[in-house]
């Protein structure tokens, strides 16, 4: 796998080095990606779960669309892949679901959220709703969150990579 992962320097200071650890995470989900047909990343590997590592990217594309769009910065774009009546339609894949465009959305959305982070200080409220609290959250508490997101979802992805193929690593 040759996606370029850097974990942040150690003596950095706390935006830089939230910012790095989200980076970090952002790589190893794309790295435990890497390499594999569109096949075998819509393959859901531990029956009866769906979850699959295209579901995954999907899934942090809306997660990255929902906090700091909808939730940072108070705008309203609607979901990607979900409905209300498929609340879980990123993990819901067909044959026409596609890496390509998978890949696409997600890394577009985190541009979006570098772009709406960078307005802001880490202390800085949000402006939008969220469907945990009625209080805003700070930009600090969204990073934290979103660093624990990718954390625990790549657990998920380093366990269905070795099922599709064998590959492992951290």
Same mark, same amino acid.
């Given at each position: ?5 850097? +974990?942040?320097?150690? #003596?950095?200071? /706390?935006?830089?080095?939230? !910012? ?15 390499? =594999? ?8 590997? $531990? ?9 995954? $990217? %999907?899934?942090?594309? +809306? $997660? /990255? %669309? *929902?906090?700091?769009?909808?939730? =940072?910065?108070? +705008? ?7 409905? &209300? ?9 067909? !044959?026409? &679901?596609?890496?390509? +465009? ?19 200080g880490l202390d800085d409220l949000s402006k939008g709703p969220?469907?945990?609290? !009625? ?12 660093? !624990? /997101?990718?954390?625990?979802? #790549?657990?998920?992805?380093? =366990?269905?990579? /070795? %099922?599709?193929?064998?590959?492992? *690593?951290?």
């Amino acid at each position: 796998m040759t996606v370029p992962r850097r +974990e942040p320097a150690q #003596n950095a200071d /706390e935006r830089t080095m939230l !910012e790095g650890w989200l980076d970090y995470h952002r790589q190893t989900l794309a790295w435990k990606c890497e390499g =594999l047909t569109d096949a075998q990343l819509r393959t859901a590997s $531990v029956p009866p779960s769906e979850l699959s590592l295209m579901g995954l $990217v %999907r899934h942090m594309a +809306e $997660v /990255e %669309r *929902g906090w700091f769009r909808k939730v =940072l910065v108070g +705008e309203d774009p609607g979901p990607i892949y979900y409905s &209300d009546e498929d609340r879980d339609g990123e993990f819901h894949l067909t !044959e026409a &679901d596609t890496w390509q +465009e998978a890949y696409a959305t997600w890394q577009a959305e985190i541009e979006i959220a570098r772009r709406h982070a960078s307005a802001f200080g880490l202390d800085d409220l949000s402006k939008g709703p969220s469907r945990f609290s !009625e209080e805003p959250f700070s930009l600090r508490w969204i990073y934290t969150h979103m660093i !624990e /997101e990718y954390a625990r979802h #790549n657990g998920h992805a380093d =366990l269905i990579r /070795e %099922r599709v193929d064998g590959a492992t *690593g951290d």
